[in-house]
C-alpha cells in the first residue's frame, strides 16, 4: 500500500552534534525519495533527494541513504546547526505523478 | 527566478461556503501538484495538472476541484466548506510532475469557522 513512515516524531540534538532521521517505506516499486525541510509558517523546501538506482548522495552537509533491502531512508545532517530546527519530512513517488509524504520528524537542536 | 506563489496567504470563511485558491508556478514549470496539510493527517496529495489535464487525483470528496490554464497557473475550489477543511493548502511544481524535483509555495492557511 501507500506508507511513508518516519521511525521518530521528535529528534533533539546538541548543536555541532550530526543528526540521523529516519523514514520507513512500503512501497518497494517507488523510484524516487525526497527529503524536504519545513519551517514553521512557510512551505517545504527542497533539501535532497536519490533515486531507487542510487544507495547514498551527498549534498552540503546533508547525506541521504538508501537500504531498498529493508526499505529504509535516512537523512544524515553533518554539524547541527539552530537554522537546522524544522520539521523534516521524507517523500516517495509513486506512479511518477504524486508525492507521499511521511508523518514529519520534529528536529529541535539544543544549544 | 521567482519561486512559487500562492495567494491569499490567509483565508477566514464560513461553513458551507466556497473558496478558490491560487497558484502560480515557477517559470517554465508546467506541473502543479496541490496538498492539503492538518497536524493529524500531515500533508495528503489533492490533484496533480499538467498542461490543462488533471493527470491524478487523491482520495478527496468530489467538493474539492482544480483547474490549470494555459500559462501553467492553477487555482483549487472547494465547495460547501466544512470545519474539517482547516488547513495549510500547498502548491508544488515542478517541470514534468512527482518525478522531477516539486517546489512548494509558502500555502495558504484557510480557517473555517
Known amino acids: 500500500g501507500e506508507s511513508v513512515g518516519l521511525h521518530l516524531p521528535t529528534l533533539s540534538v546538541q548543536e555541532g552534534d550530526n543528526s540521523i532521521i529516519n523514514c520507513a517505506y512500503s512501497n518497494s516499486a517507488s523510484d524516487y525519495f525526497i527529503w524536504y525541510k519545513q519551517e514553521s509558517g512557510k512551505g517545504p523546501q527542497f533539501i535532497i533527494d536519490?533515486?531507487?538506482?542510487?544507495d547514498k548522495r551527498q549534498g552540503q552537509r546533508v547525506t541521504v541513504l538508501l537500504n531498498k533491502t529493508v526499505k529504509h531512508l535516512s537523512l544524515q545532517i553533518a554539524a547541527t546547526q539552530p537554522g537546522d530546527s524544522a520539521v523534516y519530512f521524507c517523500?516517495?513517488?509513486?506512479?511518477?505523478?504524486?508525492?507521499?509524504f511521511g508523518q514529519g520528524t520534529r528536529l529541535t537542536i539544543n544549544p | 527566478k521567482a519561486g512559487v506563489t500562492q495567494t491569499p496567504r490567509y483565508l477566514i470563511k464560513t461553513r458551507g461556503q466556497q473558496v478558490t485558491l491560487s497558484c502560480s508556478p515557477i517559470?517554465?514549470?508546467?506541473?502543479v501538484s496541490w496538498y492539503q496539510q492538518t497536524p493529524g493527517q500531515g500533508l495528503q496529495f489533492l490533484f496533480e495538472?499538467?498542461?490543462?489535464?488533471?493527470?491524478n487525483k487523491g482520495n478527496f470528496p468530489g467538493r474539492f476541484s482544480g483547474r490549470q490554464f494555459s500559462n501553467s497557473r492553477s487555482e483549487m475550489n472547494v465547495s460547501t466548506l466544512e470545519l474539517g477543511d482547516s488547513a495549510l493548502y500547498l502548491c508544488a511544481s515542478s517541470l514534468a510532475g512527482a518525478g522531477d524535483t516539486q517546489y512548494f509555495g509558502p500555502g495558504t492557511r484557510l480557517t473555517v469557522l
Open positions: 517559470s517554465g514549470h508546467r506541473s
Open positions: 495538472y499538467f498542461s490543462e489535464t488533471q493527470r
Open positions: 517523500a516517495e513517488t509513486l506512479g511518477a505523478q504524486k508525492l507521499v
Open positions: 536519490i533515486r531507487s538506482n542510487m
